[in-house]
């Protein structure tokens, strides 16, 4: 059973506000990852992260940044929100094997 | 072409009947496979993982893995109306694993 908690499960917002999406798992998992997805389409990862102080971007270019200071913390943040940030945020994690672990999503709306 | 490639459906089966899913990937490399299931307005859950040739059950999910062929499927028997959901094919490229855009199965009574 994973254990990745992502908070706020949901959140409205106006434009130009700084957001900040949390992502905490207690596995002890090295690697963690940031994907958005819109309703009925595919995964695009945004960033990732293979241990503390590393941080990579992903496939998809995202004005999103993150940070690795603890193993267990993956913090998304978004300096000025827009609504073409509006989408679903999910956070994963891995440990020494490849499979990841989803924790349950953000949903953002940017009004 | 796309790294890893699946039908996006909707597939329709009937309740009873086996749903089979197919997914094929472009690195020969590639050592893991994985199939995760998605309900609508959740995030993915992990089914089954598949490293070696041949087949592997789980319950009424059997996952089949041909690295010759590059292709890798999910049979579900006597498929249930929670089935119904979107069915992510992922494979790993070097150090990270590349997601399908998944295939929609429907279950109809």
């Known amino acids: 059973e994973a254990d990745i908690y992502q908070t706020p499960r949901y959140l409205v917002i106006g434009t130009g506000k700084k957001i900040t999406l949390e992502c905490s798992q207690t596995m002890g998992h090295d690697k963690m990852y940031w994907y958005q997805q819109d309703p009925g389409m595919e995964l695009h990862l945004i960033h990732y992260s293979y241990g503390v102080n590393s941080t990579e971007k992903g496939d998809l270019s995202s004005e999103s940044t993150v940070s690795r200071i603890r193993t267990e913390h993956f913090p998304l943040t978004l300096e000025s929100a827009r609504p073409s940030h509006t989408s679903q945020y999910l956070c994963?994690?891995?440990?020494?094997?490849?499979?990841?672990?989803f924790g349950p999503g953000t949903r953002l709306l940017v009004l | 072409q796309k790294e890893v490639e699946q039908n996006s459906g909707p597939l329709s089966v009937p309740e009873g009947a086996i749903a089979s899913l197919n997914c094929t990937y472009s690195d020969r490399g590639s050592q893991s496979f994985f199939w995760y299931r998605q309900y609508s307005g959740k995030s993915p859950e992990l089914i089954m993982s598949i490293y070696s040739n041949g087949d592997k059950e789980d319950g009424r999910f059997t996952a089949q893995l041909n690295k010759a062929s590059q292709y890798v499927s999910l049979l579900i028997r006597d498929s249930q109306p929670s089935d119904s959901a979107t069915y992510l094919c992922?494979?790993?490229?070097?150090?990270?694993?590349?997601f399908g855009s998944g295939t929609r199965l429907s279950i109809r009574p």
């Open positions: 992922a494979v790993n490229r070097a150090s990270k694993i590349i």
């Open positions: 994963a994690s891995s440990g020494l094997g490849e499979t990841q672990y």
